[in-house]
């Protein structure tokens, strides 16, 4: 088992800058990948970025290329996810998700392990 937690949410202006951090505990060694998603009001849960744990590839949605970067401390077993530039569009429960296998990154339904959500609300 995989426990993770998030934490770093909260209330940005336009423009600025979050950056969220998810904690794993438990069987970390047996990780291969963790991801961010996310979920706005009224939406499907969608892929945000995605990063391999060991060999740290990463991967992104095209709407948050170049604004967000995922990051990960093997030491910690922490994972980050660094948002600038946010937009209000950017608004939702941010997710993180962990795997035990290779496989499609971008699909939620790859991952086993999912933390309790953090809250990100962009205003404009």
């Known amino acids: 088992q995989v426990q993770l937690v998030e934490s770093g949410g909260g209330l940005m202006q336009a423009g600025g800058s979050l950056r969220l951090s998810c904690a794993a505990s438990g069987r970390t060694f047996s990780i291969y990948a963790m991801a961010w998603f996310r979920r706005a009001p009224g939406k499907e849960r969608e892929f945000v970025s995605a990063?391999?744990?060991?060999?740290?590839?990463?991967y992104y949605a095209d709407s948050v290329k170049g604004r967000f970067a995922i990051s990960r401390d093997n030491a910690k077993n922490t994972l980050y996810l660094q948002m600038n530039s946010l937009k209000p569009e950017d608004t939702a429960v941010y997710y993180c998700?962990?795997?035990?296998?290779?496989?499609?990154?971008?699909?939620?339904?790859?991952?086993?392990?999912w933390g309790q959500g953090t809250q990100v609300t962009v205003s404009s």
């Open positions: 998700a962990a795997t035990q296998a290779r496989s499609s990154y971008q699909t939620a339904l790859s991952y086993n392990y």
């Open positions: 990063i391999t744990w060991f060999g740290g590839r990463t």
